[in-house]
């Protein structure tokens, strides 16, 4: 079975991001140790606070064409060249338009110095030229370099964090280095793609192909600007009706559940292309692999948001100042939001995949439109009520997420009933009903749950990769 499932190139590209991301992640919590050693919960969430405002200029400055750069070269890698160069341009040209309206809010309504604007603004550019790169990478199905260039980045930040002497250790000095090796790893990842000959065809100029990526994207765009309020404006939720120390907490959640979030997210990542283009090649392939897989994907999701409840606590204890203990809870619920939106990210990799960007967009209306009251509300308490309007928003309005997925692809997700039912028993078993047991009886019920779980993927998969 495995030497078949090693001959599936989505199989390949997911093992390289999977152990890529696994890699990384475990040095990025010796990383995140050393910094919350030195930091308090307060300074924390401010160092954080500057990435995630980053982010956030980065992720509107996309204007959407993520997705439609990967199916574009997915479907076409001789566009390469053109699609990765007029896209850097235009992300320059919009991020840089963001920060003067960033740098207005930050004035009525922020607590910003003004360096550290200048802090939000050089990430989100840096960050939207890396991406970018990477991003043609997953295009034309080539993971490997990607793994390779961020676990590099990982092991050199962790070294930099390291050796920084503690009086040197403030939230300035630390992000002036975090911008610089940034701004490395997007020149090593270009490097390789010229090296790699990836950056095929010929450039258009920018008029032609920004107004075909811009048309393509603009369902995407859409999506992202309504779903903001769910997905990037926590942190400023937080900022504006909590602390800086419950944006620590919040932040420090989001770190520890982020293995298992790039774990999904790389799994969307390695199908997306792939789906793609057998969806113009083959699509009763198509659509048999989309509802055997769906499955297999939701069990992963469960059994690793699981396993990440029951010890959350005790991780969180061992490796952090008591400080952070608090923490706990909320990363404990953030990891079933994490299930929550990687399930419904995959519904709109599919639904994009056959060209049904507009049943995406409405059920992220729909989503949004319910979401950002209660996340709002949630943030007057805090990071664990954030975190609860995060698990309650979603989960409500998956409903309407699955049904528009399945009458939009028309295809059966067999037993998908009985699949919500084991996600809602496995949240409530290891949020509320075992944190008190002894750790071998976690651990015990750990080992039950994966067990059972493994069985059904070996016997069915066998079955699955026989047709």
């Known amino acids: 079975m495995l030497r078949r499932l090693a001959a599936y190139k989505v199989f390949r590209n997911f093992s390289y991001l999977t152990v890529g991301s696994g890699i990384s992640q475990l040095i990025g919590v010796f990383t995140v140790i050393r910094i919350t050693s030195l930091f308090s919960p307060e300074k924390y969430g401010i160092y954080t606070f500057i990435i995630s405002q980053g982010t956030l200029l980065f992720t509107i400055g996309d204007l959407g064409i993520t997705n439609v750069v990967i199916r574009t070269i997915a479907r076409n890698s001789s566009r390469t060249g053109d699609i990765i160069f007029n896209g850097a341009l235009i992300r320059f040209f919009s991020v840089s338009l963001l920060i003067l309206l960033y740098a207005t809010y930050n004035y009525f309504f922020g607590n910003l110095s003004s360096i550290q604007v200048v802090f939000v603004y050089l990430f989100a550019l840096v960050s939207c030229f890396a991406h970018l790169f990477e991003i043609a990478f997953t295009g034309n199905q080539k993971m490997l370099p990607v793994s390779v260039i961020n676990i590099s980045y990982s092991l050199v930040w962790f070294l930099t964090v390291i050796t920084i002497p503690g009086k040197y250790f403030t939230v300035s000095f630390l992000f002036t280095a975090f911008l610089v090796l940034n701004t490395l790893k997007a020149t090593a ?30 369902p995407y765009f859409f999506l992202m600007l309504v779903m903001l309020p769910a997905t990037y404006l926590s942190n400023n939720f937080l900022q504006l009706n909590s602390t800086n120390t419950e944006i620590g907490y919040f932040n420090l959640s989001q770190k520890l559940t982020a293995p298992i979030d790039l774990v999904l997210g790389f799994a969307l990542s390695a199908l997306f292309p792939n789906l793609s283009a057998l969806w113009i090649d083959n699509e009763p392939r198509f659509k048999q692999l989309v509802a055997a897989w769906f499955k297999y994907f939701m069990l992963a999701g469960m059994l690793l948001c699981f396993v990440f409840t029951l010890f959350a606590r005790e991780l969180i204890s061992f490796i952090f100042k008591a400080d952070y203990l608090p923490a706990a809870p909320v990363c404990q619920l953030q990891v079933w939001y994490v299930f929550l939106i990687g399930v419904s990210s995959l519904t709109g990799i599919i639904l994009g995949a056959v060209n049904k960007e507009k049943l995406v967009l409405r059920s992220g209306i729909v989503s949004a439109l319910l979401a950002t009251p209660i996340l709002y509300t949630g943030s007057r308490y805090g990071a664990l009520g954030l975190s609860y309007g995060y698990v309650i928003a979603f989960a409500v309005s998956m409903a309407y997420v699955w049904h528009l997925f399945k009458k939009g692809v028309a295809v059966s997700i067999k037993n998908d009933v009985l699949l919500w039912l084991l996600a809602l028993a496995s949240f409530l078993l290891s949020y509320f009903v075992l944190q008190n047991m002894d750790i071998p009886l976690k651990i015990a019920s750990a080992v039950v749950v994966a067990a059972v779980v493994s069985v059904y993927f070996v016997k069915s998969g066998k079955t699955i990769l026989a047709r």
Do not use: C, P, W
């Open 189 to 218: 990842a270009f490097i390789v793609l010229k090296t790699k000959r990836m950056l095929t065809g010929a450039v258009n100029i920018l008029r032609v192909s920004s107004k075909a990526l811009l048309k393509e994207s603009r």
